[in-house]
């Protein structure tokens, strides 16, 4: 069961991590432009 939840707590926070970066990235691309 916690093996379970720890993955999907750790899948989530990589989705999460990964949008945040993308976002920052869009973000640079639109002020540079």
Same mark, same amino acid.
């Given at each position: 069961? !916690?093996? *379970?939840? #720890? !993955? !999907? *707590?750790?899948?989530?926070?990589?989705?999460? /991590? !990964?949008?945040?970066? /993308?976002? *920052?990235?869009? /973000?640079?691309?639109?002020? *540079? #432009?």
């Amino acid at each position: 069961m !916690s093996g *379970i939840l #720890n !993955s !999907s *707590i750790g899948r989530k926070f990589a989705m999460a /991590l !990964s949008a945040f970066f /993308l976002m *920052i990235f869009l /973000l640079q691309h639109f002020a *540079i #432009n």
